[in-house]
């Protein structure tokens, strides 16, 4: 069913991205009379276009971006460092040419017709995807084109200004709440839908009025160091909600299509560089017993018979291996390589044991963890199972800035419906089952079979993950942490806010890192046409015009940003 909607969609969307990034240079009268363009898609086409185009553009943006950097700042994953190049911040292109068009054109068609009343909900809608898109758009940009977006096409406008991010996020609060009260809204009747067209959600009104909310959250975290009160004025809100946010796996919004594999079926995974966990990630994972650790990580080659070859040949492990480790089978690496050099060979270099002429009496032990390439990449290599599901927005995430929210004190006299302890469990437990459910549909290791109720049992009552009233925020943290690892980010946003993991930790601590982490991307010089407002929101954030080295992109902060805590200087 997808494949036939996409064929489809892809035909309507195209034309209208098409015609918007070409708008400056052909005359609207030819268009609009040429009889070979179709000037009014479906309505429904058009949707599943800028749905897809949210994940399909990723392609460039897990390996360039994601896999490259933002997992490397954050300390989830260890590779080779690379510099950065013009590949990164593919999100601001597909947002204007792939996401939004399409988004408009069904609101002013909307707009057109005589029994508009009818497609409110259906309108409704297109601000919540187009918010999502926008607000990781401006999480690596700060300023951008929004209220006088896409306006080339119908008004000839060609250089929109660039809005500050507190106006972004009022308006965003405002059609984020616009569009609750209209998909929430139970008596408004006759209601036209997109029915399966809309493939992250087949209409559901009240899974986008929750998902809506679940934005408001993210939102509202974004806020917390620039506007506190802001912050705990919107958690209130959205608490206070009939429908409220996403509180439940089946409400959590998940892409899953055949044609949707962003490593690609080659290698791609491993482009560059193959990636694995870090000594602290897997480290904590072991310790506290994590189900996730061999859904996240592969294991090492210490596996099977090798202690006998070990006392064949009276070879001892290097000193950052105990032997006796119960699961020896899992080995993070340095997160910076230079800190230790002597772990850091062991990525690239097996431990050799045995004759030292390959093929004759030798045995080579690769001794750290690579990621999971099959959790990442389920057709890796020309594999032929598997499906890659992304997890754009989940109920862990939700759940977990909930019990964060609380465990500040921002809930004040608002029922909650649960402690922070209660949000901190149903979070977690979220995420393991959750994680496992990607793991089963690629065909990769999985962390239990069942249902997983006793592995989440055993794990929220380890010693290391139970509430024990004395570093509770940090767990909370931790786990918002270990859940984004598939979602490259959220996590270095939720890594920039917080400062956590935190350098001096003694309960996860972020491992030292000497390369020095930009904190955002770069705009380029938008040309002749709109250069003066580019030129006025460069001025106005103190940004230095297409500086794209890491010292200023590290040290010219976005708005919200700008009193963050370094990374892994949390309080």
């Known amino acids: ?35 070979t363009i179709v000037t009014k898609p479906d309505l429904k086409f058009l949707l599943t276009y800028s749905e897809d185009r949210t994940e399909f553009y990723q392609y460039n943006e897990w390996i360039w971006e994601s896999m490259e950097h933002l997992f490397r700042y954050t300390q989830h994953i260890t590779s080779d460092p690379y510099e950065i190049t013009s590949n990164v911040n593919g999100r601001y292109g597909a947002f204007y040419l792939q996401v939004a068009p399409n988004l408009f054109e069904i609101r002013r068609q909307i707009d057109q017709m005589p029994d508009k009343d009818n497609y409110q909900k259906m309108r409704a809608l297109t601000y ?75 209409s559901d009104w009240t899974k986008w009025t929750k998902l809506a909310n679940t934005l408001k959250l993210r939102i509202a975290a974004r806020l917390e160091n620039a506007d506190n009160a802001k912050t ?31 490593f690609g079926g080659g290698g791609e995974i491993t482009y560059r560089s193959a990636r694995y ?68 060979a062991y990525i690239k270099n097996p431990f050799v044991v045995g004759n030292t002429n390959p093929g004759n009496g030798q045995s080579r032990y690769f001794l750290i963890s690579p990621i999971n390439r099959k959790f990442f990449s389920p057709r890796n290599n020309g594999i032929t199972d598997g499906m890659f599901r992304d997890l754009i927005v989940s109920n862990a995430e939700s759940c977990l800035l909930i019990a964060e929210f609380i465990q500040k004190g921002y809930s004040g006299s608002v029922d909650t419906k649960g402690t922070a302890e209660d949000w901190y469990k149903k979070g977690v437990a979220s995420s393991i089952k959750t994680m496992n459910a990607v793991a089963v549909v690629a065909n990769s ?27 509770d925020l940090e767990r909370i943290y931790i786990q918002q942490y270990l859940n984004f690892y598939r979602n490259p980010n959220e996590a270095f946003v939720f890594s920039r806010r917080t400062g956590y993991p935190k ?51 590290n040290s010219q902060r976005i708005w919200y940003d700008k009193t963050a805590p370094e990374f892994g200087q949390g309080q």
């Not at 489809?8 to 609207?28: D, E, P, Q, R, W």
């Not at 209130?236 to 996403?246: A, E």
């Not at 770069?522 to 500086?547: I, K």
């Open 1 to 35: 069913m997808l494949s036939t909607i996409k064929k489809y969609a892809i035909g309507a969307g195209v034309m209208l991205v098409i015609s918007a990034a070409t708008s400056c240079k052909k005359n609207f009268a030819e268009v609009n009379t040429n009889p």
């Open 128 to 202: 919540v995807l187009q918010i999502l898109h926008a607000i990781k758009v401006t999480d690596m940009n700060g300023s951008i084109p929004y209220t006088e977006a896409i306006q080339g096409r119908y008004e000839a406008n060609f250089s929109p200004a660039y809005d500050s991010q507190e106006t972004l996020f009022t308006t965003w609060l405002s059609e984020l709440d616009a569009a609750i009260a209209i998909l929430g809204n139970g008596s408004l009747a006759n209601q036209n839908t997109y029915g399966n067209a809309d493939v992250f959600y087949q």
């Open 232 to 262: 705990q004025a919107i958690f209130k809100q959205v608490m206070q909600d009939p429908i409220g946010p996403i509180t439940t796996d089946d409400a959590q919004m998940t892409y899953q299509n055949v044609d949707y594999l962003p």
């Open 277 to 344: 966990g870090t000594a602290s990630i897997v480290g904590f994972m072991k310790k506290a017993e994590d189900p996730r650790l061999p859904i996240y990580f592969e294991k090492n080659g210490l596996v099977g018979d090798f202690r006998d070859t070990l006392t064949k040949y009276g070879a001892t492990l290097p000193a950052f291996i105990n032997p006796s480790d119960p699961l020896i089978e899992y080995q993070g690496g340095p997160a910076d390589w230079t800190i230790s050099p002597t772990v850091a």
């Open 445 to 471: 290791t999985t962390g239990f079979t069942g249902n997983g109720d006793a592995e989440v049992a055993a794990y929220l009552s380890g010693a290391d993950v139970a509430f024990n009233g004395t570093n």
């Open 503 to 553: 350098n001096t930790s003694t309960y996860y601590a972020r491992e030292p890192f000497n390369e020095t982490i930009p904190r955002r991307w770069w705009l380029s010089d938008p040309g002749q046409v709109n250069r003066e407002n580019w030129n006025a929101a460069m001025s106005a954030q103190n940004f230095t015009p297409n500086a794209q080295d890491v010292p200023t992109l």
